[in-house]
């Protein structure tokens, strides 16, 4: 009764949130979209680089799935988190091939899904905050995004995810204190994410340079982020079944 409740809850504020955002920052045009270096016209493998990339995100969500099955059973949040890295590998794959709105709509609905359920789950779960500390984070996470829309600096579509980078460097720093089980892949995932979403900005800075871009950088190394800071909440998960196992 209560994962119904929170898996409603999540999926609540999910499409509410994702509308906000795709709403109010995105473009609806019909025309085809061209945010990236390597794409030089609309067809449809334009990017090669950039969406054969994302079998990192596929990788990495079947490695999570693979562990979960040969590990008793565990909470249906690790699930949904394994199920949207291969929905993210696939969105991105779309949007990298046809380049239109709908695409990017299945690219950003399920990137965000990832990061509203795991900034939920960790705080909650990982280290056991009681719901009213998880609320005010995850309320400190909403309200930084919208914030972000009012950054005064063009980072080539990278602002919408610094509020998660900040929020992992915070919780990192808070699980260092709180629950050491795990920390360190999250520590790991916060530095690389960091990196990734450096090789995100500076793609088209770069491209008279360099005509591949680095977005596909972005690509492989976000799918090592998702993993480890799966694995991170996936060791406090195994640390509890062991423990009420001996208990
Ligand atoms: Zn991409």
């Known amino acids: 009764m209560y994962k119904t409740y929170l ?18 920052r995105l473009p609806f045009s019909m025309r085809g979209i061209d945010y990236y270096c390597e794409r030089t016209d609309g067809s449809f493998w334009s990017e090669p680089v950039n969406a054969l990339t ?7 969500g079947i490695g999570a799935i693979t562990l979960l099955y040969k590990t008793g059973p565990k909470p249906l949040y690790m699930w ?9 590998g696939i969105g991105s794959f779309l949007f990298h091939t046809f380049a239109t709105p709908w695409a990017q709509l299945a690219d950003v ?5 990832f990061q509203l359920i795991f900034l939920w789950c960790y705080p909650r779960f ?10 005010g984070l995850f309320g400190l996470y909403l309200v930084l995004t919208v914030l972000s829309f009012w950054i005064p600096f063009d980072l080539n579509g990278s602002e919408v995810y610094l509020p998660a980078l900040l929020m992992m460097g915070l919780y990192a720093g808070l699980a260092a204190k709180h629950s050491p089980s795990g920390t360190q892949l999250l520590i790991v995932a916060t530095i690389l994410f960091a990196v ?8 088209m800075w770069w ?7 680095t ?5 492989l190394l976000d799918g090592v982020v998702l993993y480890l800071s799966w694995l991170s909440l996936y060791r406090v998960e195994a640390r509890a079944g062991v423990s009420s196992a001996t208990a």
């Open 7 to 24: 898996v409603i809850l999540f999926l609540i504020l999910i499409l509410g949130f994702s509308a906000f955002l795709i709403l109010g």
């Open 54 to 60: 994302n079998l990192s995100f596929i990788v990495a």
């Open 80 to 88: 949904l988190l394994a199920d949207l890295m291969i929905l993210i």
């Open 109 to 113: 609905l399920s990137i965000f899904a």
């Open 126 to 135: 990982a280290m056991e905050f009681g719901g009213l500390k998880t609320g």
């Open 196 to 203: 990734a979403l450096t090789a995100r900005t500076v793609d």
């Open 207 to 213: 491209c008279a340079a360099w005509p591949l871009g």
């Open 215 to 219: 977005h596909f950088l972005w690509h």
